[in-house]
């Protein structure tokens, strides 16, 4: 629904009249409207359209004729029912309701049409009056309110304010309405009653210091005395005398200025960009042009809406008319954040009530009610009977430093080593990333990402392990390279769920093996002093979506919390303290529903010590992030000295607005868990049986087991992709799809294999009118679904990226 | 005007009555709430009260009267004006208009008044109901919208809905700018026309989706026909009958649960906090008490909503009628975020229409007009020709973190050190501090915070310098402790203008000789490799609030940028280029207005290399943070590979939230540097010369110059504290007022000196019905204002200071 373009166009003017209220006046005013540049046609080529998407009411009194009659321009009414109630109690009544898709779909075609006829008039340009029915939130034929109906399109905003007794507070409301929905307000304009309530004077005014256009319109005749023609003759009259008046002058000025602010800025962003930002994690000397910058105008649902560029309509039939937008599904979750769409008005709302209610609170020696709920809230649903403490920090990389420092400390402490002067590492996996931070990045082997970072010392060891993937159809566990002497052989399963019967598969003894041999080789042998075992469980991501063999991550969190990693140590007999060393899962990028699951810990079906959220804690609206604790590991910073106690935090630590939303945000994933969207996902996943491709080297037996595997990207697209000539293998799992595609130069984050992929699906290479905006990480391109996106919508997004892809080697 | 506790006490339920529009029927409701509530007496003890704080139109018309003439119960209306208009009209024309403080204040004596009766009655509890006029926003007498004017007093919210035509989106506007002004809807009640419009029905599943109570309320009956006496014969009929129909009893248990649930909430609060939350900078185990923990039920303006507990009102006198909240001023604004007031309706719709606009939305390779204009705005407000860049973050420290990336890789490259090998520190000031995360820790000398991280280790060296103070009304600038034979004697000033007079002090050249001596030794002797400067200029916030010398900062930077840090290596001509070592300035604290300017740098006269900003940068409501650099330091850089680039990037990058609350909030910020408040301010420290106080060392004469440095804390009051024999010395400048106590035991983090202070101005020690809520620093104290703080509020503030700090003399 929401891959929709905006409704922009070079040479149409698009404009939505809203109301503060029924009965305002809407109609006048855009009548007036119409009239004022009805008579510019003449000089500056003005071509005028009506447009009333839903209209409620007998046919002979609806708004396009009104509009016609006195303007001489062509008005449309798209959807007309005739009882002259609210649209969607109309709609309901006349037993056919059009879906909001149909709507927006429709008034777009209409207005696109419109816009390619002006295309076609050399200096000709258009104004479309977008008239909506009743108030900014009076529900459309569906139900949902109109500014929430219309908002893919988000056309610029002319309100016709109310001038009745309490029209002040149902102006400003209905203009706070629409602005938390992210409309542009062009103006308001208010009916002056010449002194009686005043209301257009005073919103003149309140508008004024909140930068936002206000004007007063000439008052509507009385028409009380009227016959039908005396009213016309009056009405005709009002609109020749009146449609040039400072106030329509001045709302249309206004219109058209702000129209082509629009354009100007959208056209120079990218240049703007170019010369004063410096882009996170990019090399600027491989920027050719600033055209290579994607120019967001807004985003909704999973779709940015990105500016046209030479390029981006090179294969897209979209763009026959001069359209300034086009719609780009959000593939990377916006850096793995998204999980809740774009502009939602939810959570914008509960953005505003938690500025509205605190604004930012100091957390040290304090307390609010929205960080101590996401706090129980968390520790509820992570369902780690160790956890028991959350500290709060501003993202990932912040609550990785946090998480070392909770554990280095408590290891210090526990074998008595002094940080300062010994050398305590941590053990991880290769090609693990936990932040940007210099400590964070200390948890992580030497690689591309740290190797030019002056103050980057890599700081423990990080082992080897094999990965999960789907090849041909297949799901394969696989050494990594080199190590199949130690691992073993691929091994092979019939389906994604018997990699994780971890019981079945434990006769194998060499991950054991090989995991005891390294410790003592590093710490009785070479003497080394490790302080934790920090993981992404699942799926590392940074280091290039690597699924890691779950047995191997479980089975390597069994043997540190046995290992004697300071002999003559007795581990404690509390079965919720550490042992060994403290586990610290890093879910930063796989947790809160990434996977499908709250806690990607769970699908270890081990508890760590301490474990680290960010990304889609706040549903991917702003930056917040937690680590939490278990008891033993608080334990070691309490002593009578504050130099003892975790010296760390943030200046917005807890704040109120992250928290609210994260506590909004987890309870929407929550009942999102459970809607029929997420069973049908799981269906389809237990459905791989019966797959249609060959799978001969299967010797587990299928089960049935609760705990299925799942993506919300359909398995039959996963196994075609995974027979595909350029593609190496294929995760999905949870919102998550990952392609990794051949390479003969290698793998690694520099290989640009997958670049051709990822530059064809955001230019529609092929003219599919899809446009897919991804990010690679050297041969692995990959998507990510939102919780909320509408699995259609992923069908569509599928079929793109399957057409795409063979395009590719058909065009090699 | 926020001075004034939120309403709520233990046994006085008073709620606000708000009306979606005017004329929907919020009287007849609030005497159907009543009369329901008048029905319970007899059981269970309800008292009952109306109050109408402002109304319009004629006295015997007025909606107190009715009230009573059907519940029986007492009613006022607190201030009347004879014209059926709007308030602020009707005040306007009556020719006395209340202020805005007036009214919350007469409202809340009347409420307190109320609820002190009732808590000499065991068991008794009471109703309030306060009635507004109009739709919610409504404008007041002074103008201001009614939601704002009592935003101060919190009250639960009913909404009643308009059962009319287009009553369904001026129903949920109205809900949603109560919402986003931090109101708690108790309930949305909706008269049900009897399936004419069907708004109550609707509103019913609107609200109940979000977790909105929503409830219909028995048609009103029709009075068409009716004389005079009918009416109120069939009024009284409809309250009597209808008072216990279900809407009005599921809207009074709502009432009375929700207010159990606010209560219960508040009284649980600190003890799941102590349980679940691991706060920070905080040494748990020296918590005796979860009572410790300060509960916050929200904020407004300068002051916390702040639970009482035995120890808060022991000295106060505003406590005898079991309020539960008191107003606490936000003395450390925060940890120094704060800067536009807590719960600024402004703020929360910018962060509102930004996440409707965009949600977030990737910043790599892409762009969004709040985050160019933003880093537009900083780079033209910082008046730094040097910067050029703009790179965001999180928080002050990750921002630090990429300063000191940038700043070393250019350093490393031209003077072809490799960072891994060759350990490249930072040259700073002792007492500095960059942030908590390891690598922003690392920048700083051994101390305190860091001692205890396992992975600190101070890179680089720390330099001593003298510091500025008032110490007995007289600015001095000190020596540090043993470096007097170095730096010179203490110096002494006739005003602080007078320390920044540079020209005039540079005859001394002991800076001069200090810094390049000990540089010589650093580089020459020890061969020791340096790559960058990092100072946060004027004041070292977390190091105690040393207020440097300016001299010596500016000293440092232009002998570093002439110093050979690697010999042969020319320096650029570009004059724009770093030189010698990029310089790296932290204004995270001292920056965006907290010293009474948009840059700290500028105090200093110096152009750093690279610039850091964080905390007000939103105004004090999310985080965000940037980290601008020069374009010199932005080509060390580029180069044809991607490992080169600053591979750093936090998942929000760019948030458009924070950067959309940033741009309103800088310029909100800059509008109120040419306000009359700040003029005066300036006045006030421009009339310095004019103290009572003896200043006998003065040897600079007063002239008139431009660059004045003033303080929103008055002259006055900094003068006096200076006198305190308990005083050590005070810092007054822009908003911050520092205050530094005599200690024996040391002045460092540890010292204890500064409590009793602390504990007694957030208890209200004396009883002065003021609660000020500080943060210390070892032995300081500080005090830190809003740009939008009230002069009378900050009047009111000093003196309610400076008689705690008297009493501790009388009580000790």
Chains 1, 2 share one sequence.
């Not at 839903?54 to 798209?78: C, H, K, Q």
């Not at 554990?407 to 940080?419: E, F, I």
């Not at 019939?494 to 590093?522: A, C, G, H, M, S």
Request: with cysteine; proline share 4%; net charge negative.
């Amino acid at each position: 629904m929401s891959r929709v373009p905006t409704a922009l166009w070079k040479n149409l003017i698009a404009v939505q009249v809203y109301g503060a209220n029924t009965g305002v006046g809407k109609t006048v005013f855009s009548t007036l409207l119409g009239s004022h540049f009805s008579r510019k046609i003449a000089k500056t080529k003005w071509d005028l359209r009506y447009i009333k998407p839903v209209s409620t009411g007998p046919i002979d009194e609806a708004d396009d004729g009104y509009f016609s009659r006195y303007t001489g321009a062509n008005a449309d009414t798209l959807f007309q029912f005739k009882k002259a109630v609210s649209p969607h109690v109309a709609a309901r009544d006349s037993g056919r309701i059009p879906s909001d898709n149909d709507i927006v779909q429709k008034l777009y075609s209409k207005l696109s049409e419109i816009a390619t006829r002006r295309c076609s008039q050399e200096n000709s340009i258009g104004l479309a009056i977008v008239e909506t029915a009743g108030g900014v939130l009076s529900p459309g034929p569906s139900g949902v309110p109109q500014a929430d109906l219309f908002r893919p399109l988000r056309m610029p905003v002319v309100l016709v304010g109310d001038h009745r007794l309490g029209g002040i507070a149902s102006t400003i409301s209905a203009t706070e309405s629409l602005i938390l929905r992210g409309y542009d307000i062009a103006g308001v304009v208010c009916f002056d009653d010449k002194g009686k309530y005043e209301n257009s004077n005073y919103l003149r005014n309140y508008f004024e210091e909140r930068e936002i256009a206000a004007f007063e319109i000439p008052w509507i005749p009385d028409l009380s005395d009227c016959t039908t023609e005396t009213e016309i003759e009056k009405m005709r009259a009002y609109y020749l005398e009146e449609s040039d008046s400072d106030g329509l002058h001045n709302i249309a000025g206004q219109l058209i200025d702000q129209h082509a602010t629009r354009l100007e800025n959208l056209s120079k962003m990218a240049k703007k960009t170019s010369e004063s930002i410096w882009h996170p994690f990019t090399q600027h000397k491989n920027r050719k042009s600033s055209d290579e910058i994607l120019v967001f105008d807004s985003a909704y649902g999973d779709y940015f809406q990105t500016k046209h560029t030479a390029q981006s309509n090179g294969g897209s039939k979209g763009n026959t008319n001069n359209a300034i937008l086009y719609p780009a599904f959000d593939g990377s979750a916006s850096w793995w954040t998204q999980g809740l769409g774009h502009g939602n008005p939810k959570l914008a709302l509960a953005a505003a009530y938690a500025a509205g209610r605190y604004g930012h609170v100091m957390f040290a020696g304090a307390t609010n009610e929205p960080a101590v709920a996401l706090a129980q809230r968390l520790l509820q649903g992570l369902e780690n009977p160790r956890l028991a403490r959350c500290f709060y920090t501003d993202d990932g990389s912040t609550a990785a430093e946090v998480g070392i420092k909770m554990a280095l400390r408590a290891s210090c402490k526990r074998y008595g080593w002094d940080g300062s002067s010994t050398e305590v590492g941590i053990l991880g996996l290769k090609g693990s990333y936990h932040g940007d931070t210099i400590g964070a990045m200390d948890a992580s082997e030497p690689c591309t990402y740290n190797k030019k970072v002056d103050w980057y010392r890599g700081r423990g060891h990080w082992f080897d392990f094999p990965t999960v993937k789907m090849r041909q159809g297949q799901w394969i566990v696989e050494p990594s390279a080199g190590m199949e002497q130690v691992f073993g052989e691929t091994s092979r399963y019939r389906t994604l769920d018997d990699v994780f019967e971890f019981e079945k598969r434990r006769q194998n003894p060499r991950y054991r093996e090989y995991i005891t041999e390294q410790l003592n080789t590093l710490v009785k042998e070479q003497g080394k002093a490790f302080g934790a075992l920090v993981m992404e469980p699942i799926i590392l991501g940074a280091g290039g979506m690597l699924f890691v063999d779950p047995l191997f991550q479980r089975t390597f969190v069994e043997i540190v919390r046995e290992y004697d990693f300071v002999e003559s140590t007795a581990h404690p007999k509390d079965p919720k303290a550490w042992s060994g060393l403290p586990v610290v899962f890093d879910e930063v990028f796989t947790g809160l529903y990434r996977l499908g699951r709250f806690s990607s810990a769970s699908f270890l079906e081990t508890h760590p010590d301490i474990s680290i959220h960010a990304k889609l804690l706040t549903g991917g609206l702003l930056p917040l992030s937690a680590t939490l604790a278990s008891e033993s590991i608080f334990e070691a910073f309490l002593s009578n000295e504050v130099a003892d106690a975790l010296l760390h935090g943030h200046s917005y630590t807890a704040h109120p607005i992250g928290c609210h939303v994260g506590n909004v945000s987890l309870k929407a994933m929550e009942e999102l868990s459970h809607s029929y969207a997420w069973q049908d996902y799981l269906k389809d996943w237990q459905g791989e049986v019966a797959s249609t491709f060959d799978q001969p080297h299967v010797e587990t037996p299928k089960k049935t087991t609760k705990k299925c595997i799942w993506s919300m990207w359909s398995q039959r697209t996963a196994n075609e992709i995974s027979y595909h000539p350029l593609v190496d293998h294929v995760i999905a799992i949870g919102s998550v799809l990952v392609v990794s595609l051949k390479d003969d130069h290698g793998s690694g984050y520099t290989s640009k294999a997958a670049l051709g992929l990822r530059d064809a699906l955001l230019r529609d290479r092929i003219g599919q009118n899809i446009h897919i905006h991804s990010r690679v990480l050297g041969n692995t391109i990959y998507l990510m679904a939102s919780m909320t996106s509408a699995p259609s919508d992923l069908a569509t997004i599928e079929s793109a990226f399957m057409d795409q892809l063979k395009a590719m080697v058909d065009g090699s």
